[in-house]
């Protein structure tokens, strides 16, 4: 028999689970990281390098992003990688940096957790833990997330559809956790000119089927650096709550996905035409309150 949490609650001909149900909720789940709101009227913008390589790198890329107006800093410390002869992150010593990094910026940070035995270390130094596309359906790491004390950045499976994406969010949420963010980041098609195509019907369909914050990676989702600002600013015009954007302070020797990696000067431009089309349709950026600096 189908449990009470999964079988009436379908829309447009697709079974969204309870929890995650915008029938379920009637206002919009704002996440609160230290005082910024993703999901309300504001749209927030994630920045900073794929991988914490070191800590200049990680000092320098976290200021410049900072600077431009970012509102929360990435950087992976655990990276899933294809090949497992190249570089695989840092380890805590990566969390270290982020949180000096948040020290020196007042930025929140996040980063992702891989495996269930990383989780507490993990939530020990970051305000945001990330389940990658190639975790989306690792039902024990989603449980563990569900269980954990902070906010959870969730991104799509690179071959998942949207109800099994949402099926997935449910077990965070189930567990308790109901700090999630949903994340597009590109699906798996035969082009194969971008790495992923990004599928920016996603956003209004995550809006309308949930009631959780949707943002959009465009670094990930296209492959190519030159691309990202066009499909960023096709995302906020599509509604998305936010941005994640990778950003490095010296692309061409980035340890993992330079090619898709921002220079700091386009990241700047790219904040500011964002402010654009968000005033376009009646958004604006979050600013750093002065007394959260
Ligand atoms: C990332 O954001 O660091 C990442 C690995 O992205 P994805 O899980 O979407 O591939
Ligand atoms: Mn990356």
Redesign the pocket.
Known sequence: MESKHYNDLSIMGCTVPTRVNRKSKSDATQVNINGIHIGGSEIIVIAGP??VENREQLLETAKQVSSAGANIL?G?AF??RTSPYTFQGLGEEGLKYLAEARKETGLPVVT?AMDTRQMDMVCKYTDIV?I????MHNYPLLKEAGRCKKPVLF??G?MATVEEYLMAAEYILSEGNQDVIL?E??IRTFENCTRFTLDLSAVPLLKRLTHLPVIV?P??GTGHRWMVPSMAKAAIAAGADGL?I?VHNKPLDALS?GKQSLYPEDFVQLVKDIEKIAQAIGRKIYHRKPSLV
């Open positions: 794929c991988a990435r992976g990276k899933p992702e990330q990658g596309s190639r975790n991104k799509r690179m994340c980041r590109g990676d670094s990930h994640m990778e996905d």
